[in-house]
């Protein structure tokens, strides 16, 4: 595969994250106009509410009346590739040059999906191990079920947050080691996860479990997310049921969804097992994806500086396996539902995902480019997560995910 030629002429380079090979699927709006879905090409933004009122694209009924993707994903894989070969013809070279056309640069983005329900995974064996380490020693690191089982939790759907939205510092309770009662206050341990989030596209039945070939089949796509964690919160709640408040404050995610369509030339597969799985858990071809993935972070009003560089491809389990996982006991999987990969982290120090991680619990704190160093996230700092999977002269991108941190706010107890 190489660089498909667009009519659009910023889309025909080696550095846009958005060629036509990409077509990556969003909601904006400019000036006072309602949201809207749009598709990103080159440094443009196809009106897709317009392209379909006026008959430039056409599908079997209406599907961009609303002011998000649920009702397109709901239509199911045939009209996904139906809309795409549509785009790919008049967005290429010999194209509908009227097509209805506005600059990113005059958008604002929002929510892409209405987030029906979020799963959050623990599915990064080089993560698993560090924070395993840090929490329980280096004997108990790797949970008995971690090598068997894709871990999860069921995380909050109400507070997923498009990118550029500020985040609030959570107030929560904590305990120090040594003390002899909790206290309640402004966490002191914020991080960030650096993570995939993959987006349920169809629908399972409740009582109906799916194989992983299916659950491949059912997601629509996929962008960053930033699971934020407060990790002296998690430390004190997160036994036996896992991470509650310490999560639950905010989740961050890219405005663009990029399809499985788009990443099928980067498809590989997980890594070899260090013990078999159970049959429902086998992956019947490659599932996850060969995905550059970085992190910055930039003090308030100073330059952002790169703390972490990692693949998506050092994950264990697929979002396929964890779909079908999920879907396993006969939970019923929605259109909408949001799986976070949990946090991608490599073998080496600098492909770490987290903070915890790269500063070794604050052990180790980091320097940035300006000379300051941090341990964990203050007011004021901007995080943002990057990620392109990177082809023969042309590269499909995920664009950024951001968030600043804003004070806690002050508790009345
Ligand atoms: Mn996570």
Redesign the pocket.
Known sequence: MTLMKSWVASANSADTPFPLNNLPYGVFSTGNDAPRCGVAIGDMILDLARAEETGAIVLPKPAFKGSNWNAFMDMGPAIWADLRAQLTTVLGENGNTALPLVAQSDARMHMPFAVTEFT???AGKHHAMNVGTMFRGPENALPPNWLHIPIGYNGRASSVVISGTDIIRPNGQTKAPDAAMPQFGPCKRLDI?L?LGAIVGTASKLGQPVSVAQADDMIFGYVLLN?W?ARDIQAWEYQPLG?FQA?AFATSISPWIVTPAALAPFRTSTPKREVDLLPYLHEPKPMLFNIELAVTMAPAGKAATTIAQTNYNEMYYSAAQQLAHHASSGCAMSVGDLI?S??VSGPEKSARGSLLELTWGSKDPLTLDTGETRTFIEDGDTLTLEGAAKGDGYQIGFGTCTGTIKPAPKFLA
């Open positions: 959050d995974f623990y996860e993570e699971d964690s991470p999560k976070g949990g946090t």
